[in-house]
């Protein structure tokens, strides 16, 4: 299994903050160790390779985690904590399922 | 159905057609489908899928905080179709603890993230498990900054049963509020009274006012919190649309 993660910079050149927020998360809980690759998406350039993984997987997020298995089709994972869950067997609280949704989903049409 | 290239190719060849188009795929491709009613002007939802299907599911969120308004227009609503609309409401226990904690009004100080998680995102999460594809009245026009991209049709990854998919229909993505509102009248569907009086969008009672002439829809909404655009989104600013 082969595991890349997309990440975020703006056209301005500062970091995303979820994404920061996520890559941390991840090392405090020791789970960047599982990452293979990390890639870039810089929304100032359409042909950096982030930009153009999004374009080929349709994704519209960030960040996001490309899931490539032998054999299989590439799974894409663009909610944290389906990707820990699902990917990574690791634990995560409703809060915590919640409040990534928070950050995801506009409320004013429910 | 669930692969993203089914659903992006499906959602490509919808986007042109009209919101009952859209609604007929949807009611026709999935039997445990719901709508999602916010007892507001997406009740033209509920009008337009009656008129394809009468067996159809809807719910409402009842955060415990709507207007007196908005909950005896979910009752006409109910009235009015002779349909059953379940109202999701949130968890007793966390409700509880919240208010215990911080008072009944804490998002003034804090952000409304809080309370919306409790009161709407727990339920909504827990409604959805329930469903294969669920149908909202969102719509581009609603929130330019966040939601240019709408589509008609997508995979819900968020709100999705683990290992399995969860499709999401935005019918009214493409229209505009006179759209709905022209549809509104020309079809004689009931409406939630506080429009009347000058809301636009409607939700929770303290996180919701009226806006005035050439105020967006979105100043109505949670207005004491600084506007920011999501910056979740991937955005090119040189790709050409």
């Known amino acids: 299994m082969k595991i890349t993660m997309v990440k975020k910079i703006f056209a301005d050149g500062s970091p995303c903050k979820k994404c920061g927020e996520i890559e941390e998360k991840m090392r405090a809980a020791g789970q960047l160790e599982r990452i293979d690759r990390t890639v870039v998406a810089d929304e100032s350039n359409e042909q950096s390779e982030g930009m153009l993984l999004a374009t080929e997987h349709a994704v519209d997020r960030a960040p996001f985690f490309i899931v490539e298995r032998d054999g299989e089709s590439a799974q894409i994972y663009t909610v944290y904590f389906k990707f820990v869950k699902e990917v990574l067997d690791a634990e995560t609280s409703e809060e915590e399922e919640i409040a990534e949704i928070m950050n995801d989903v506009d409320l004013d049409f429910l | 159905m669930s692969s993203i290239t089914n659903i992006v190719d499906i959602d490509s060849e919808l986007a042109t057609q009209s919101p009952q ?3 007929r795929y949807a009611l026709e491709n999935f039997d445990n489908i719901a709508i999602s009613f916010s007892g507001a002007e997406d009740v033209v939802l509920i009008d337009m ?13 009842d955060t415990g905080r709507l207007h007196a308004q908005t909950y005896r227009f979910i009752e ?19 409700v509880e603890k919240l208010v215990k904690e911080k008072g009944l009004f804490s998002f003034y100080q804090d952000d409304h993230k809080e309370c919306c998680g409790v009161r709407k995102i727990a339920p909504l999460r827990k409604q959805l498990l329930t469903v294969d594809a669920w149908i909202t009245g969102q719509r581009r026009d609603q929130s330019p900054g966040t939601r240019a991209e709408v589509p008609v049709m997508q995979d819900d990854k968020a709100f999705s049963r683990p290992d399995d998919s969860l499709t999401k229909f935005n019918p009214l993505a493409n229209w505009t509020s006179k759209q709905v509102w022209d549809y509104i009248r020309a079809n004689n569907v009931p409406y939630n009274e506080l429009h009347d009086q000058g809301f636009v969008s409607i939700g929770c009672e303290p996180c919701t006012r009226p806006t005035g002439p050439g105020q967006h829809e979105r100043e109505g909404r949670w207005w004491w919190e600084e506007a920011t655009l999501k910056e979740c989104g991937l955005h090119a600013v040189n790709i050409s649309k």
């Open chain 2, 21 to 23: 188009e859209i609604l």
């Open chain 2, 49 to 61: 899928a009656y008129k394809i299907r009468k067996d159809i599911q809807v719910f409402s969120l």
């Open chain 2, 76 to 94: 006409a609503v109910r009235n009015h179709y002779d349909i059953k609309i379940d109202l999701v409401m949130p968890e007793a226990a966390k």
